[in-house]
């Protein structure tokens, strides 16, 4: 059945090195969203697509995030380098978005990252 | 799957009792509102949804209210299930945009 892939499940690295999540939407979607959930936070937009055109990417610190759609069947979230106030889960969510609602998303069962 | 231990309001109901879950979305130009489960261990899954021309939206067992007055959106749940037990989040959507509330934690006691 069509799903939401996301890889790793789990990662632990220590502080300065560099963390790759990636991400595999449901054909046939056009949007991907990246969210980091914290128990501080809730749920935070990070960067979501449309197309693979980034549309905003506002929620992301700049400095250390990078989000890609290399291809339609794969998105990833980068972070260089990592530090320990990134601890969080990361989930991807996948949407089939008309004019500009995004409707219904999908997620994936997350990615759950440690930083020593 | 993953999820966090989150600090959030909670809701405690009798199983069989009905749930009535408030949400407070914070822009009067969104246009669709999405509310979401979360089990433990598991990411967020579709409920039910309504667009701002709406203001009732009915499914199995839930129905959602739309209140643009205000801009608050409720999640009722029906004859509450210890299945319902959960993390409940309502989501608004404006040019393409889906952004979160804090959630709610809904606990059933049997």
């Known amino acids: 059945d069509a799903r939401v892939t996301q890889t790793p499940r789990h990662k632990v690295t220590e502080m300065g090195q560099e963390v790759t999540m990636r991400c595999q939407p449901i054909?046939?979607?056009?949007?991907v969203f990246w969210y980091r959930q914290t128990m501080m936070q809730g749920l935070e937009l990070l960067a979501y697509?449309?197309?693979?055109?980034?549309?905003?990417d506002s929620g992301m610190p700049k400095d250390r995030f990078s989000a890609e759609m290399p291809d339609a069947t794969l998105a990833t979230l980068k972070i260089q380098p990592s530090e320990p106030r990134d601890s969080a889960v990361y989930f991807c969510?996948?949407?089939?978005?008309?004019?500009?609602?995004?409707?219904?998303?999908?997620f994936g069962e997350g990615s759950r990252l440690t930083v020593l | 799957g993953e999820s966090v231990g989150l600090h959030l309001p909670t809701l405690s109901v009798q199983e069989g009792d009905n749930s009535i879950i408030n949400c407070a979305y914070s822009n009067s130009a969104s246009d669709y509102f999405i509310w979401y489960k979360q089990e433990s261990g598991k990411g967020p899954q579709f409920i039910i949804d309504i667009r701002s021309n709406m203001d009732k939206r009915q499914g199995q067992r839930v129905t959602v209210l739309l209140n643009k007055t205000v801009k608050h959106l409720s999640l009722q749940i029906a004859a509450t299930q210890p299945g319902d037990s959960a993390v409940y989040f309502c989501a608004e959507n404006l040019n393409n945009d889906m952004r979160f509330g804090a959630g709610t934690r809904l606990t059933v006691k049997p």
């Open positions: 054909l046939g979607h056009n949007t």
């Open positions: 697509f449309r197309n693979r055109a980034p549309l905003d």
């Open positions: 969510a996948s949407g089939l978005a008309r004019q500009s609602s995004t409707g219904e998303l999908f």
